[in-house]
């Protein structure tokens, strides 16, 4: 089982910058994917980036992150970014950090936007004002 827990969500300006934190338990004998979404009141949940722990460079963005949002990891810590830029009230929203557990095996393999994912933190509220 993996357990994540996200942090960094704050209440900023239109312009500013944040950037969350997922700690997360790493799989001994397998790899994750890793993701975050976000999901804005009465909206469904969405992507905002995924990444497999397998291999390097496998970061896929989706629609919210617009070029202004970036992901990343540091493994001695455990821990996933998402690193905000130049935030509009419609990122406001509750960001969430997600995984799932992929064979070891696997090491080509990417972790795409539509994914479904077994694993999910508490999520962490980020409100934009204008």
């Given at each position: 089982?993996?357990?994540?827990?996200?942090?960094?969500?704050?209440?900023?300006?239109?312009?500013?910058s944040?950037?969350?934190s997922?700690?997360?338990?790493?799989?001994?004998?397998?790899?994750?994917?890793?993701?975050?979404?976000?999901?804005?009141?009465?909206?469904?949940?969405?992507?905002?980036?995924?990444?497999?722990?397998?291999?390097e460079?496998?970061?896929l963005?989706?629609?919210?992150?617009?070029?202004?949002?970036t992901?990343?990891?540091?493994?001695t810590?455990?821990?996933?970014?998402?690193?905000?830029?130049?935030?509009?009230?419609?990122?406001t929203?509750v960001y969430?950090?997600?995984?799932?557990?992929?064979?070891?095996?696997?090491?080509?393999?990417?972790?795409?936007?539509?994914?479904?994912?077994?694993?999910?933190?508490?999520?962490?509220?980020?409100?934009?004002?204008?």
């Amino acid at each position: 089982q993996v357990q994540l827990s996200e942090s960094g969500g704050a209440s900023v300006q239109a312009g500013g910058s944040l950037r969350l934190s997922c700690d997360f338990t790493p799989s001994d004998n397998n790899k994750l994917c890793l993701a975050w979404f976000r999901q804005v009141a009465g909206k469904e949940r969405e992507a905002v980036a995924t990444q497999y722990t397998g291999r390097e460079k496998t970061t896929l963005y989706g629609r919210p992150a617009r070029g202004r949002f970036t992901s990343s990891r540091d493994s001695t810590k455990n821990t996933l970014y998402l690193q905000m830029e130049n935030l509009e009230p419609e990122d406001t929203a509750v960001y969430y950090c997600a995984a799932d557990v992929i064979p070891k095996a696997w090491t080509t393999y990417t972790c795409g936007l539509t994914r479904k994912y077994d694993y999910w933190g508490q999520g962490t509220q980020v409100t934009v004002s204008s």
